[in-house]
């Protein structure tokens, strides 16, 4: 005696929610194995060959290990050598693909606003996804800068990422020139490293896809034996 479509339908329903449990699985896997900063340690570095503008002693400020979470990991007087240099407005935000920088004007007797750092003044930020991935490349996004180039970063390795400071000049913003700043956020693309050749240990995301080719396949005999 052939079942009815009523009594099919529940003993259908368990195959289909396993996939759809699977599916999530896989997603939930995939979407982990990305790249991220987030729980690094990265290092920042403020380096001025001809110090500032008025004083060309030169500096080198290190924060050697800036663990990267929520909130701005570098600020003004915060007690770490680069928080030191900082303008009351400015700040340095690690973020889970991208550092972003609000950089003020820090001199203007000229007319022009500029950071204040001498010739040569660079942030130079490393370390960045050295456990599980690296930089091919990044994107800027920007704003108040009169003078802005894409040329002030450079990719100096995989893990190094530069910024140049000596050159940057601020949108004249109308508010005193103490308050004229400009905003930075480099974009970084990451590339997780593949597992050496002889790795044969099956990523997560893959133990997922098995599992719903096989649970797709008994859902299928199940059907086919109940016709």
Not at 25 to 49: E, H, K, R
Not at 117 to 127: L, M, N, R, V
């Amino acid at each position: 005696m052939q079942p009815s479509n009523l009594e099919l339908k529940p003993r259908l329903a368990i195959p289909r929610l396993l996939l759809t449990a699977c599916v999530c699985f896989a997603a939930v896997f995939s979407t982990g194995a990305q790249a991220t900063l987030v729980g690094d340690s990265v290092t920042a570095t403020l380096s001025s060959p001809n110090g500032i503008i008025g004083d060309p002693t030169p500096f080198s400020a290190i924060n050697s290990s800036v663990l990267v979470g929520a909130g701005n990991e570098i600020t003004p007087g915060d007690g770490s050598p680069i928080g030191t240099w900082l303008l009351s407005s400015e700040f340095i935000d690690f973020q889970a693909s991208a550092i972003s920088l609000r950089l003020a004007c820090g001199y203007d007797s000229t007319g022009v606003c500029l950071t204040g750092y001498g010739s040569g003044a660079q942030y130079i930020f490393g370390s960045l996804d050295d456990s599980v991935g690296t930089i091919t490349g990044f994107t800027l996004v920007h704003s108040g800068f009169s003078n802005f180039s894409a040329s002030w970063v450079s990719l100096i390795n995989t893990h190094t990422i530069s910024l140049a400071l000596d050159t940057m000049e601020f949108t004249d913003l109308g508010q005193g020139s103490s308050n004229n700043f400009g905003l930075l956020t480099i974009n970084l693309t990451i590339s997780r490293d593949q597992p050496p050749p002889d790795n044969n240990v099956p990523e997560p995301s893959s133990v997922a896809l098995i599992a719903l080719a096989t649970l797709a396949l008994a859902g299928t005999r199940r059907r086919g034996k109940r016709q």
